[in-house]
């Protein structure tokens, strides 16, 4: 017989890969954190020895979750400034309060508050944009997570750094301190247009290709940005960047909700992917990204929380149902952004948008084993007659009761293997009384 790690024997698998693929009564064996092979049950026993079994005899199972963007230390500012608009919610009331609170601690501590919820939510894999990205880093070893670390990029300065030179020259140093650790990556992560300028623009674009890293900015989220941008530099924002060489097959473009037909073209023809956050995007009254059209010319669309001061909630089946929604509302085609579409945004078009799809996003012997299972036999989910349909709009967070990172288990029964959950509890508490005693 044929050695596994760990063999997990699920009543269903999307896989992913192929396309609309719905297996059942099958199994995935592990080894060495890599998938083994994807088994009819019955074959599998058969055909391996395992160290252990888990019995998922109620549950589908799917590639982890990766959100393609989110602002994971912000999950200390849940609930501080809701209901405004985007600017006023920033300059008003987020960045005072970054700039009163915002070092290495509150990074490291808001980031362990958002992994766990990010892992209790099946979420495997995300892309980060903040401040002091190595404690964000710590954080996300000590979870077991995988991380894609925003080297950010802003021309004002705060408690990280003084000026763009400054952020981009701590980044990399980040970046050359965690280079053998197999579950973080980075990439390069302008703010935005709005508070980038061009010559650090062109130094990015020029920094993307030398070390191989993703591009990862806000851009078009709000028609004032645009109407600022046109203001300032006589361009759009998004032609700006063309300009400046960002838009290419390495731009993760984020909300990316006021497009052009020409726009859309353009980024499909540059090989550029969009970051669709449409709950945050629905909260601050930005609007909603013409997902449909994107997808249809061709750009790889996946799906990202944002933060959890603008969503609130660091939960991608949620986005999942929001994105899926929203398609069909906004073109009147029921059939836009089907179950298996809509899952494979949450995954494989995010790992890809990440230069990350080689290695996980769906269920194929060789990728690494980042996997999550989602209980479906429970009342809100029954009767279940399609397991891919029922995770898209009847389950929710609270359905995923295990998670595996890299073949590592990170969830079991809804329990957090590698975190302790009141301790996060005591953090969130004592920075929530930190920040209200600051004036």
């Avoid at 400054?166 to 970046?175: D, F, V």
């Avoid at 995007?281 to 059209?293: C, E, F, H, S, W």
Wanted: proline content about 5%.
């Amino acid at each position: 017989m044929r050695q596994a790690d760990t063999l997990l024997h699920a009543a269903w698998v999307a896989p992913v890969e192929p396309p609309g693929t719905l297996l059942s009564s099958h199994s995935v064996a592990i080894r060495e954190g890599r998938i083994e092979a994807v088994l009819p049950t019955g074959r599998a026993r058969a055909a391996f020895e395992a160290r252990e079994e888990v019995d998922l005899g109620s549950h589908l199972l799917i590639p982890g979750l990766v959100n393609l963007h989110c602002h994971a230390a912000m999950s200390l500012l849940r609930g501080v400034a809701d209901d405004l608009p985007l600017m006023t919610w920033l300059q008003e009331h987020v960045w005072p309060a970054e700039a009163r609170h915002v070092s290495d601690e509150f990074v490291h501590d808001g980031s362990l508050l958002a992994v766990a919820e990010m892992l209790r939510a099946g979420v495997t894999c995300f892309n980060d944009m903040y401040f002091f990205p190595e404690a964000t880093a710590r954080a996300s070893l000590r979870a077991g997570i995988r991380a894609s670390l925003g080297m950010i990029a802003i021309e004002f300065p705060s408690a990280y750094a003084t000026d763009a030179a400054g952020y981009l020259h701590k980044g990399l140093a980040t970046r050359d301190a965690y280079r053998g650790e197999e579950l973080l990556g980075f990439c390069l992560a302008p703010h935005a247009p709005y508070t980038v300028g061009d010559d650090t623009l062109r130094r990015i674009a020029t920094l993307a290709e030398e070390i191989d890293v993703p591009v990862h900015t806000h851009v078009h989220e709000t028609r004032d940005e645009i109407a600022q941008g046109i203001a300032r530099n006589g361009v759009r924002p998004l032609e700006r960047l063309h300009r400046l060489g960002i838009v290419g097959p390495r731009l993760v473009a984020v909300h990316a909700v006021h497009l052009e037909e020409a726009e859309i073209e353009l980024l499909a023809r540059e090989g550029a992917a969009v970051a669709h956050c449409p709950a945050s995007n629905a909260k601050l009254a930005a609007g909603i990204a013409p997902v449909t059209a994107l997808r249809r010319a061709g750009v790889t669309v996946g799906i990202g929380t944002d933060g959890a001061a603008s969503n609130n909630r660091l939960d991608v089946l949620a986005e999942m149902r929001t994105a899926a929604l929203l398609a069909k509302a906004t073109t009147g085609d029921a059939s836009a952004l089907g179950a298996h579409e809509a899952l494979r945004a949450a995954t494989l078009d995010g790992a890809r948008a990440l230069g990350l799809d080689a290695r996980i996003g769906s269920i194929v012997p060789g990728k690494s084993a980042d996997l999550a299972a989602v209980d479906l036999s429970t009342l809100e989910t029954l009767p279940c007659f399609d397991p891919v349909s029922d995770l898209l709009y009847a389950a929710g967070r609270e359905h995923v009761t295990h998670a595996w990172v890299a073949g590592e288990p990170v969830l079991a029964e809804r329990r957090l293997t590698r975190l302790d959950l009141d301790e996060i509890r005591a953090k969130a508490a004592w920075w929530r009384g930190k920040m209200r005693s600051t004036p």
